[in-house]
């Protein structure tokens, strides 16, 4: 850079940041499909003449309650940017309709219901929730739509992406790009090891021997508080321990007794799962595990007690912790000696770490069937992946969000509070994208972790490795899973019913309420999903 200061506002822009920020991206091409756009009333076009009629796009955003003082979630720099950027040059309204991330698959259902009050751009993680709206009728075929508007779009996220957005091989939606499909990494008190004298843990066997000393000699000095393993009921927790525990098993294994509730696969029929539940219950039993575990479903409880410096191991999403202000930074303010080591410690009978990855793409983004305004949305989604428009809702304003380093543009740590509030809802706005895209698994970590506070660095680099390391991503079935759509809600509810009620059962009632349990899910649906998954995979080998 040579230290002129760029103003990336919502008025004026300049590209040169672009190309040196993403000298090894995606390369797009050179002109937009939307310069070939129709000439009817209402229909948008990003460059010549604007259309004659003026026209509203309805986009979904999800709301998370965390809209700074004097914004919106649906009134705030980023909806601003999007108005005057690709608004108003195509005399298109852009709306957005909120709706809150903490049930956003039942407001989606009941906005998709209304049929007229729908947005015309809505998006779920959840699989089973784009293949029941597809199977339904409910969602347009954005092939055709792409292929005359999206030239951009489609060579940002890729055909091997746009894959996971197909129904009986039709596009129904148009899945965001993962920057990144690491999950979860396992965090321990290093300080209170050191005091302990004990190395790292390496093994699951050993972390228990470390539990049980955490318990016993209370090196916090919590004054009796101590949690020696920290957990919830939410996936990031449980997920790591229990897929450890799963043997090895065949293809045929896991295309027939996996069973996939949400975005998530779930080893519940696999072999080596009731021995990490019996795990659980050890640990439990024992008092080395969080009490209320069952109720933590938010991990609000977990973060208040990591923070708290109660907590002497625990798993989470890999850079979770080190947000400015987040469980390690309030941590540290608490105690300055306080330290918190990324590990990997859960090992399977083959040595190894595993634990699940993200699938390559992130949110199902679709346009419903009713929407009256399909073209439009695609170009709004094609905008996005042009010029330096996605560039731009990231990362905010150039030397008051963010300055260039190696062509990354990293987050200033002394931002002003109308430079951090400009930018609170950027990942939910930037949709076709889940993370900074900059052309490799390699720059996309280094970005991601440039984001964390700098004295984090080193912790939150080493969450990002352990996070990819032994990881293994959800099956793509080569055709939807009718029964997986029919009851995974239900199901969900009903296995993370299992977890609580196993891990909290006497050691001596273990057995029958595993059994019990694990009969009633199986007569909730859990035997017609695997009953189908037999026969799709019946169907496969033949072929």
């Known amino acids: 850079m040579n230290g ?29 499909s939307n310069s070939g756009s129709s000439n009817e009333p209402g229909s948008s076009n990003s460059g010549g003449e604007k259309p004659a009629k003026r026209v509203t796009l309805k986009v979904e955003v999800f709301d998370r309650g965390n809209a700074p003082a004097g914004q919106t979630i649906t009134d705030n720099y980023l909806t601003k940017y999007v108005q005057e950027n690709f608004g108003d040059p195509n005399n298109i309204d852009v709306e957005f309709v909120p709706v809150p991330r903490s049930e956003e698959v039942a407001k989606l259902n009941v906005l998709m219901a209304s049929g007229t009050n729908v947005p015309d751009i809505v998006f779920s993680y959840d699989p089973n929730v ?22 951009n779009l489609k060579a ?13 091989g039709v596009q129904f939606a148009i899945p965001a790009k993962r920057s990144n499909i690491g999950k979860y990494a396992s965090f321990i008190r290093q300080d209170w090891l050191d005091a302990l004298g004990l190395p790292v843990p390496q093994t699951t066997d050993e972390l228990y021997n470390v539990l049980k000393a955490f318990k016993e000699k209370d090196p916090g000095k919590t004054g009796g508080q101590v949690i020696p393993l920290g957990m919830t009921i939410a996936s990031a927790q449980y997920e790591p321990l229990l897929w450890s525990f799963i043997k090895s098993t065949t293809d045929e294994e896991k295309y027939t007794l996996i069973q996939q509730l949400g975005s998530n696969d779930y080893p519940i029929l696999l072999p080596g799962f009731k021995d990490g539940l019996q795990f659980m219950n050890k640990l439990y039993n024992e008092g080395l595990m969080s009490k209320d575990f069952g109720l933590d479903k938010d991990k609000k409880k977990l973060g208040e007690d990591v923070s708290n410096g109660k907590v002497g191991f625990y798993s989470e999403d890999d850079i979770n912790p ?5 469980s390690y930074d309030l941590l540290q303010k608490s105690n300055p000696d306080a330290k918190l080591a990324s590990v990997d410690v859960y090992t399977n009978e083959e040595g190894k770490h595993p634990k699940p990855l993200y699938a390559e793409n992130g949110l199902y983004i679709m346009i419903p069937k009713s929407s009256e305004r399909s073209v439009e949305a695609v170009k709004y989604l094609e905008w996005m992946a042009s010029d330096d428009n996605l560039f731009n ?16 543009a990293v987050a200033k740590e002394d931002q002003t509070q109308e430079a951090l509030d400009r930018m609170f809802n950027s990942g939910d706005m930037a949709i076709i994208s889940n993370g900074k895209q900059l052309g490799s698994m390699e720059k996309n970590l280094k970005a991601r972790a440039l984001q964390m ?4 660095l080193a912790e939150v680099e080493e969450a990002q490795r352990i996070a990819n390391t032994d990881g293994f991503t959800p099956l793509l079935m080569p055709k939807p899973i009718e029964a997986q759509t029919k009851y995974a809600t239900t199901l969900q509810d009903k296995f993370n019913e299992i977890i609580v ?5 006497k050691p001596d009632q273990f057995d029958s309420t595993f059994d019990t349990m694990m009969k009633d899910y199986m007569a909730s649906g859990g035997q017609a999903i695997l009953d189908e998954r037999t026969e799709v995979y019946k169907e496969m080998q033949s072929k």
């Open 4 to 32: 002129n200061k760029r103003k990336t506002g919502i008025l004026g822009k300049k590209r040169m940041v672009l190309t040196m920020a993403l000298a090894s991206a995606v390369i797009f091409t050179a002109c937009s």
């Open 501 to 505: 009620k196993t891990t909290m059962a």
């Open 453 to 456: 506070p700098g004295k984090f």
């Open 156 to 168: 940002f996220i890729g055909d091997e992406v746009l894959n996971y957005g197909k129904f009986d």
């Open 393 to 408: 809702m990231q990362n905010g304003v150039e030397g008051e969000n963010f300055t260039l380093v190696d062509g990354i």
């Open 130 to 151: 784009f293949n029941r709206y597809a199977e339904q009728g409910g969602l347009t075929d954005v092939g055709p739509l792409l292929d005359e508007h999206g030239a």
């Open 322 to 326: 080190f947000y400015e202000d987040g």
